[in-house]
């Protein structure tokens, strides 16, 4: 099958998809563009990573459900899409149909995605990620969910899982083996050789996954790492991987291209990582110059949390960073990173809300694309703004009198993603 390519150019009045309309009206914040790094958004608006787990033959490899599932995001609007948890080495995946970004054959597969998403106008981001104690597990919609699968399970679909130290997750997941400095330091190699594939997907935006209890959250929390080594024990010698996957990837992702991490802000347990580690190592990002976005969510490290899901229940925890990132710095480093927030946020009034409150910069949904692949115009209608939707289904629109305004047949060339 033939790529896609527009076998025309846009019309004058045609903006892309997910770009407010000129009008008299004063546009929503959530239809304002904000610049991280090197990246200028076209609206506040991005896909959050979901696994899909979707991937054949333990292999890893993106296929036409990753083309048509991302890409219609794309379509719809969204201003950057950040691709599911994807795994530097095929012991940190989640299950055996996790995508894998260990190896070159992986490249192609995810380049066409990207080159796709690219067409229509958005960014394309990857988390790149590694369960941990957390791997090897029947995926989440299946029978058995979550269970492990044994390295000598007759499916050929396990295999021995690695963390900081022996402990299991739950009684119905495999007990970890504690990783050797060895183990550590070829894990670290591995987000960087990851990330050199990045570059040549052609990904505008890495972020590198420290949350919902998977290697890199294992290694932050005292209930899950009780090494004696210098990766643990203190706060700074629980955070000292993440220190150095971060100096890494920057080795070969240049500074001028945006970098993030997500967090987990709280464990929702009293005696593991909570919201003042999660501002102290913040500001240790800050203070480090290299970090350009922070993702705010939570848990996920420990069965026995007790979270308290309402509307918007994470918001919190971006909020608290924001202030805490804006903070006078001791070293006088002004602040550069943005900060998302993410969780149960479904309507446009809650986005436009935390926008406008100053309670983050960007607002990342997950489940609500998932309901909707056209999220960015429900949000639009709700707020009651006018976007321009993809071209070819801009007779979907509820009104389009714009080309009334155009007499002439000037066209112009399609603007380039930045």
């Given at each position: ?365 997950a489940r609500s694309f998932l309901r909707n692949p056209l999220f960015v115009c429900q949000v639009a209608r ?37």
């Amino acid at each position: 099958m033939e790529e896609f390519k527009y076998p025309f150019k846009y019309p004058e009045y045609y903006k892309g998809p997910g770009l407010p309309i000129p009008s008299e009206k004063k546009i929503p914040k959530s239809f304002t563009p904000v610049t991280i790094n090197n990246l200028k958004l076209k609206n506040r608006l991005v896909v959050s990573p979901m696994c899909q787990y979707s991937c054949s033959n333990n292999s890893g490899l993106m296929n036409d459900w990753h083309l048509v599932h991302y890409s219609t995001f794309a379509k719809g609007g969204a201003s950057m899409i950040i691709f599911e948890s994807t795994a530097v080495q095929p012991e940190g995946r989640i299950s055996f149909a996790d995508a894998g970004i260990w190896n070159d054959n992986q490249i192609p597969p995810m380049k066409r995605i990207c080159d796709l998403i690219h067409t229509f106008g958005s960014y394309v981001g990857m988390q790149l990620a590694h369960a941990g104690r957390k791997g090897s597990t029947v995926p989440p919609f299946l029978e058995g969910s979550r269970n492990a699968i044994m390295p000598n399970d007759p499916s050929g679909n396990g295999w021995q899982v690695f963390g900081p130290s022996p402990i299991a997750y739950s009684d119905f997941m495999m007990v970890p083996k504690e990783m050797t400095k060895k183990d550590i330091k070829d894990t670290i190699e591995a987000f960087k050789q990851a990330t050199i594939r990045c570059i040549e997907c052609g990904f505008d935006f890495v972020e590198i996954h420290c949350a919902h209890g998977y290697l890199l959250n294992q290694f932050l929390s005292p209930t899950s790492n009780k090494r004696t080594d210098e990766y643990g024990g203190s706060f700074e010698n629980r955070i000292r991987i993440v220190l150095e996957i971060i100096d890494a990837v920057r080795s070969v992702w240049s500074r001028e291209k945006a970098l993030g991490v997500r967090l987990s802000c709280v464990e929702w347990t009293d005696d593991g990582w909570g919201m003042e580690d999660t501002i102290k190592f913040t500001k240790v990002l800050r203070d480090l110059g290299t970090i350009d976005l922070i993702d705010c969510s939570s848990g996920g490290n420990n069965h026995l949390q007790k979270i308290k899901v309402c509307p918007m229940y994470q918001v919190p925890f971006a909020d608290s960073v924001k202030k805490a990132l804006n903070e006078k710095c001791e070293k006088g480093i002004e602040n550069k990173i943005k900060v998302a927030a993410v969780g149960l946020i479904n309507h446009g009034e809650e986005i436009e809300s935390i926008l406008q409150d100053d309670r983050a910069d960007i607002v990342m949904c997950a489940r609500s694309f998932l309901r909707n692949p056209l999220f960015v115009c429900q949000v639009a209608r709700e707020l009651d703004v006018e976007i321009d939707h993809q071209l070819q289904y801009q007779r979907g629109r509820e009104s389009d009198d714009r080309k009334k305004q155009s007499k002439t047949s000037n066209t112009t060339t399609i603007p380039n993603k930045n």
